[in-house]
């Protein structure tokens, strides 16, 4: 019966972990925008740093915009990243806590609520550096 009882909190506890899991899936599909954004820009520039000294100072404003979304992509990156660690730290101390017999609910809480502070936090990044982008193209036209 012991065998029993263990085997149906287990399960409590995937049920549990469900939801950041889906959460972990999300920020995933964020990280491989990010990336490919990222990406993007790099090529950008490296195709602008090898123009001739002339065409190249006629990028120059191109250029510090490019570095500056490459900057925002970058802390949106690391923040997006930092709470998708934090999301497995959660699921890690549901089962932890679980097998151990102790209650990480104020670590869950603690972790949990860092990690939504780091995805609004690289969220926002992500808008700046949208703008950036779309900036040139509303001067543009």
């Known amino acids: ?4 009882v263990d085997v149906s909190s287990v399960a409590h506890v995937i049920q549990l ?8 899936t999300g920020i ?4 491989g925008v990010l990336s490919t954004r990222l990406a993007r820009v790099i090529d950008r520039y490296r195709v602008l ?3 001739e000294e002339m065409e190249r100072i006629a990028h120059k404003a191109e250029m510090h915009n ?11 990156i690391m923040l997006c990243t930092v709470c998708a660690l934090l999301v497995c ?8 806590g679980a097998e151990m017999g102790r209650d990480p609910s104020l670590l869950i809480a603690v972790a949990f609520t860092t990690a939504m502070l780091a ?7 992500f808008l700046r550096e949208i703008a950036l982008a779309t900036g040139v193209i509303s001067r543009a036209g």
Do not use: E, N, Q, Y
């Open 17 to 24: 972990a469900v939801a950041p899991v889906f959460l972990l």
């Open 1 to 4: 019966m012991d065998k029993l």
């Open 119 to 125: 995805l609004v936090a690289g969220l926002v990044c």
């Open 49 to 51: 740093s090898i123009m």
């Open 28 to 31: 995933g599909a964020i990280l």
């Open 66 to 76: 490019l570095v500056t979304r490459s900057r925002w992509i970058h802390w949106s």
């Open 89 to 96: 730290v959660v699921i890690v101390a549901l089962f932890a």
